[in-house]
C-alpha cells in the first residue's frame, strides 16, 4: 500500500487541510514553500489519464475551491501547481497528486529542481500552517 492510501485511510500521519467524499488534501513533509499542500483522489491511480471521471472532476474541483485559501493563509499571491504524472516525470508516490505551491515571489526554479531548497520542518510548523489553512478554508 502507498504512503497516500495509508494517509487516506488514517494508518500514516499527515496533517489535513480539506477532505471530502473523494479527495483529500494535505501538508507536504518536505515543503518547497511554507503551506505546499498535496491534493489526492482517495481511489488509488497511479497516472491522471486512468483516473475515472468522478476522481478527475473531484480532484480539480478541490483544487480550484481550495487554491484560493491555500494562497491567503499563507500571504502569498500566486502559487506554482504541478503534477508529476509519471516515475519519469518525476513522479515520487505512485499515486496521482496535485502540488499547490504557495508563491510570495517570483521564482524560476520548477517542481524537478526545487527538492534541493526543501528544508527539514519540526512538527509544530505543520500543526500550525495545517491551522491556517484549515481556518482560511472555513471562513470562506
Do not use: W
Amino acid at each position: 500500500m502507498c504512503i497516500f492510501c495509508r494517509i487516506i485511510e488514517g494508518s500514516a500521519p499527515s496533517h489535513k487541510v480539506y477532505e471530502d467524499e473523494h479527495t483529500l488534501a494535505f501538508l507536504d513533509i518536505r515543503p518547497i514553500s511554507d503551506g505546499h499542500t498535496l491534493i489526492v483522489t482517495k481511489a488509488h491511480v497511479d497516472m491522471l489519464e486512468d483516473l475515472d471521471t468522478i476522481h478527475s472532476e473531484a480532484l480539480f474541483r478541490t483544487l480550484y475551491r481550495r487554491l484560493g485559501p491555500i494562497q491567503r493563509a499563507m500571504d502569498a499571491p500566486a502559487a506554482s501547481i504541478g503534477i508529476n504524472n509519471g516515475r519519469e516525470a518525476g513522479q515520487l508516490v505512485p499515486h496521482i497528486h496535485i502540488h499547490v505551491i504557495p508563491r510570495a515571489t517570483a521564482s524560476k526554479r520548477v517542481l524537478s529542481d526545487a527538492v534541493s531548497r526543501i528544508k527539514p520542518r519540526g512538527p509544530e510548523y505543520f500543526q500550525d500552517v495545517a491551522e491556517m489553512i484549515r481556518k482560511e478554508i472555513k471562513a470562506r
